[in-house]
């Protein structure tokens, strides 16, 4: 299963503080949700978006995701 997310952070906040704004199960067309979360985040004293896309059905591989 895929997982869509949207990270934002309010404005003059630090990059360490960055929400998630939107959670979609399944297929979601990135460049349109970008664009509809870019509006919702000028009225909302957001910036900063970045959309991920997480396979859950995978096993994770925590070696990559620390330094070792």
């Known amino acids: 299963m895929k997982v869509t ?3 934002g952070c ?3 906040e630090s990059d360490y503080m ?3 704004l939107y959670e979609c199960k399944g297929y979601v067309n990135k ?3 970008l664009v509809h979360g870019q509006k ?3 009225e909302n004293n957001y910036n900063r978006l970045r959309v991920t896309v997480n ?14």
């Open 10 to 12: 309010k404005v003059d």
């Open 18 to 20: 960055e929400e998630i």
């Open 55 to 68: 396979d859950l059905s995978e096993q994770p591989n925590f070696t990559q995701s620390i330094n070792i």
């Open 31 to 33: 460049d349109k949700l």
């Open 5 to 7: 997310l949207l990270y």
């Open 40 to 42: 919702w985040a000028k």
